[in-house]
């Protein structure tokens, strides 16, 4: 079996998060390994913006995914603060695209060997169209995913 030495925590900022976090962190820390957070910041929402620019509007979308983004580092370092794992174990990672392209690539340039995520993202729907970024996960990720869920 290969040794664990970096886990992905997938956070969508649902009701989910801390609890995925917190899980995250305890296998990190029996484990002796690295903890990766990553969140994606869906380019649903980016075009969505874009478009409002385009109808004349005074929209950066530039400028939206660094609100957005800054927003977001704050809630989550409360939510590290309510966590217990040293902070030098902690990178935290942003992106902007497709979730699903943009959690696998993670995986790939992190080197991450397990994946922690919630079956539901922010809509707490199961399945949108053509399903949810947990399911797809589940058959496409590389390295074994750990599904957590709420008590």
């Not at 950066?60 to 902070?87: C, F, N, S, W």
């Not at 392209?101 to 922010?122: H, S, Y």
Request: proline content about 3%; overall charge positive; charged content about 30%.
């Amino acid at each position: 079996m290969r040794q664990v030495k970096r886990i992905m925590a997938a956070i969508a900022f649902s009701k989910y998060s801390q609890g995925i976090l917190e899980f995250a962190a305890q296998l990190t820390r029996r484990l002796d390994c690295e903890l990766v957070v990553v969140n994606v910041i869906n380019i649903r929402d980016m075009q969505a913006v874009s478009e409002i620019e385009s109808m004349g509007y005074q929209v950066d979308a530039q400028e939206y995914v660094r609100g957005v983004e800054t927003d977001r580092r704050a809630e989550l370092e409360k939510m590290l603060k309510g966590v217990q794992i040293h902070p030098e174990k902690v990178k935290v990672v942003f992106h902007v695209g497709h979730p699903l392209e943009m959690l696998l690539k993670t995986v790939d340039e992190e080197k991450i060997d397990m994946v922690v995520m919630g079956p539901k993202g922010r809509t707490d729907l199961r399945h949108v169209l053509v399903g949810s970024v947990a399911e797809k996960m589940f058959r496409h990720c590389p390295v074994p995913l750990v599904s957590y869920r709420m008590k």
